[in-house]
């Protein structure tokens, strides 16, 4: 694989220079969320309120979007800090949580989507579904295989000039040039509330340390869930001590060791 700086590279960055991440996510979301960009070593803030979002994404060095939990003045909260974030050319991460369910959300990641995400993460039933197809989600469960979403994640990179991520038990990226598959990981991820957002949050964390190499920073952030997931589940019984595990594996991780143990291949 050919990137300007590896995922190891990238987190001894993220590391040397913490930086400041605006997490709007939803309520389920908040605590894992903001434990998980600590464990990295950014730095989280849920800021959401309409009267602030926009003026706290232009001190913010990323921006992440996740509409999980949705009211009107969320959604408008949502919109100020996506346009201030591009004023300030700042990168910003969308996660379109189930938005096929309602007219309602359908209406407010189309919004989103107008305002040009860095980056957007989902599961696959999601990707497809944002590619215009049929897909067969629940609710916020996935029931689509990620290998059926690559090809709606390359046609929305390309229309959207985005980095798009599908996550699953084999994870793929794409900025519809590029694209790269990623292992690991553990069935014990999806038995976590939320776990797929704090990726997102992640995302942007590494994004804020490389706002110009979007592509990379979502393979690094993906590939270091992937290598942790798969790191706590060793000693894990169960999704209860998964959990834990995983925040410490997270935190353990450094540069080398997340590039020895990352498992990335051309797709």
Known sequence: MTTSRSPG?????LRAAPPLVQCITNYVAMNIA???????????AMVHAEEEAGEFAAIASA???????????????????AKAAA????????????????????????????????IIRGNASEIIALA???????GVDSRDPVEQAEGAARSIAAQYGAVVAVTGPVDFVTDGTRAVRI???????PQITALGCSLTCLTGAFAAVA?????????????????????????????????????????????????????????
Do not use: C
């Not at 921006?63 to 800090?81: E, Q, R």
């Not at 359908?106 to 107008?114: N, T």
């Not at 292992?183 to 991820?189: A, D, Q």
């Open 34 to 44: 903001a434990n998980v960009v600590l464990a990295a070593g950014a730095s989280p």
């Open 87 to 118: 004023r300030a050319g700042k990168p910003w991460v969308l996660d379109p949580v189930a938005h096929y369910a309602t007219g309602f959300r359908r209406e407010s990641v189309a919004a989103l989507l107008d305002l040009n995400p860095a």
């Open 211 to 267: 706002p110009d190499e979007t592509f990379d920073a979502t393979v690094a952030a993906v590939a270091m869930f992937a290598v942790a997931g798969e790191q706590a589940a060793q000693e894990a019984k169960g999704p209860g001590s998964f959990s834990w595990r995983f925040l410490d594996a997270l935190a353990a991780l450094d540069g080398p060791a997340l590039d020895a143990a990352a498992r990335i291949s051309q797709a």
């Open 9 to 13: 590279q990238l987190l001894t960055a």
């Open 183 to 189: 292992s690991g990981g553990s069935p014990l991820m």
């Open 132 to 138: 215009g197809s049929e897909s067969r989600g629940q």
């Open 63 to 81: 921006l992440t979007i996740n509409i999980g939990t949705l009211s009107p003045s969320w959604v408008s909260g949502m919109k100020l800090a």
